[in-house]
């Protein structure tokens, strides 16, 4: 069955009978915190251990008949069929799948939207009824009454990711009632965030330079999560397209001024170089959800920094 994301973050229903759980679509901030509510949701149970593998081809079922319970975390949805999943139900054994959209990924869907054991969510940027109804429910979750002119400006021009979206609420609910004012809120919500979506373009500058950029503009959670969601998008482009005319044609228009170095990175990757890119995503994608410490994150963002120009110059 198919679960509405955003109810099930504020809603925190619990589902019994749910063995599998899929998350997919384009936003990955918000797949993220879903795969987070889900995660925390059975870390919470002591006779529930938790396990992370590539793909569920890499998963062996050694769990006894009276052993605790294995929730197992599945980097990518590659090797999912029918017969599969009928292999793997178990009232032991809970799986998260995480693929973002593709025509590829409509199929695997299908599988787990026609089960009473499992839960598909969907999730995509936020449109404006959606800011609407969370901007509704975390104000009323902390019994403020923001002016109407704070909200509807909020509903125009905060983010429409996720996580940023509520790392920006976080700030304006931390806010006390004097300072909750139309002119605080616009601080908060135009803050630059140091440029850390065009760490990319940097990559042909020396390692000294490249490594400064990182460390001055990448220091907290919610930059780390900008800094990957665009390296990743970026990436994906590159990832994606056969030839320079396409690619050419696909580069957003906001990046005008970067398109010169976008166009020399692209030709610098063949096939098996796009291959290599692909792993170096996922395995940071991986680290960074396997581990909770800021001071590792950060480093590991920067390593994968670092190995994807060693991969670009190459």
């Known amino acids: 069955m198919r679960v509405n994301p ?13 063995n599998f759980y899929f998350v997919s679509g384009n936003e990955y901030s918000l797949m993220e915190k879903i795969r987070s509510v889900i995660l ?18 890499r998963f062996q079922n050694d769990i006894g008949l009276f052993e605790d319970r ?22 032991n054994l809970f799986f998260l799948f995480t693929e973002e959209n593709t025509t590829k990924v409509n199929k695997i869907k299908s599988i787990f939207l026609k089960r009473n054991d ?42 429409t990711r996720y996580l940023f979206f509520e790392k920006d609420i976080e700030k ?9 004012s139309l002119e605080n809120v616009r601080k908060i919500i135009t803050a630059d965030r140091l440029g850390v979506e065009k760490i990319i373009f940097e990559i042909f500058k020396s390692n000294n330079i490249l490594i400064n950029s990182y460390n001055s503009k990448v220091k907290d959670e919610n930059q780390l ?12 482009k590159i990832i994606e397209n056969n030839n320079i005319k396409d690619f050419d044609n696909c580069i957003p228009k906001y990046l005008f001024r970067e ?28 680290k960074l959800r396997k581990n909770t410490s800021l001071e590792l994150r950060l480093v590991i963002g920067l390593r994968f920094l670092l190995n994807v120009k060693r991969l670009v110059i190459s």
């Open 6 to 18: 955003i109810d099930y973050i504020f809603e925190g229903k619990d589902y019994p009978d749910i």
């Open 40 to 57: 925390n949701s059975f870390k919470i149970r002591k006779d529930t251990s938790v396990t992370y593998i590539e793909n569920i081809s």
């Open 70 to 91: 294995r929730f197992v975390i599945v980097n990518n949805a590659a090797n999912i069929t029918i017969e599969k999943i009928e292999d793997l139900k178990s009232n």
């Open 118 to 159: 499992s839960i598909l969510f969907d999730c995509y940027e936020l449109d404006r009824d959606k800011k609407i109804v969370l901007l509704n429910k975390f104000f009323e979750k902390n019994n403020l009454s923001p002016t109407k002119e704070i909200f509807w400006y909020l509903v125009e021009n905060i983010d």
């Open 172 to 180: 304006i609910i931390s806010l006390q009632k004097e300072y909750l």
């Open 225 to 236: 999560s900008s800094f990957f969601y665009y390296f990743k998008n970026y990436s994906e």
């Open 259 to 286: 398109k010169v170095v976008y166009l020399e990175i692209f030709r610098k990757f063949n096939n098996n170089k796009k291959e290599k890119l692909i792993v170096l995503l996922r395995d940071c994608e991986l």
